[in-house]
């Protein structure tokens, strides 16, 4: 439960970070900045729900997160590097899961 509230603020960090800028991204357009972020966060999506039952991007939880998601969704080019969530659950549990 420790580990779960410690994540669920570093969560409200990122959402601060989020509201900071008029759109959905990290920065005021699309950037290297959600580049970076995008590996991860998929990953982190995928292990949260298959291992602890997490939602990451629940519009409810975490609103910015779950609006940065639809967003980066409605990039050709992110639909075409996005991996399915089996996937990300098993590439690297030990690390994100």
């Known amino acids: ?5 410690e994540f ?5 960090i990122v959402e601060g ?3 900071q ?18 590996p991860y966060v998929e990953r982190m999506s995928a292990s949260l729900f298959y291992y602890k039952g997490y939602v990451l ?4 939880q975490n609103p910015l ?3 940065w998601f639809d967003a980066m969704e409605t ?12 996937t990300h659950a098993h590439d690297l549990p030990p690390q994100m899961g």
Do not use: I
Not at 57 to 60: I, K, V, Y
Not at 75 to 86: K, N, V
């Open 17 to 19: 970070a989020l509201s």
């Open 57 to 60: 991007r629940s519009p409810e």
């Open 8 to 12: 669920e603020r570093a969560m409200e």
């Open 21 to 38: 800028t008029p759109g959905p991204y990290f920065l005021e357009e699309f950037s290297t900045a959600d580049c970076v972020f995008t």
């Open 65 to 67: 997160m779950a609006r």
């Open 75 to 86: 990039r050709e080019t992110y639909r075409g590097t996005q991996s399915d969530f089996h």
């Open 1 to 5: 439960k420790r580990a779960r509230k």
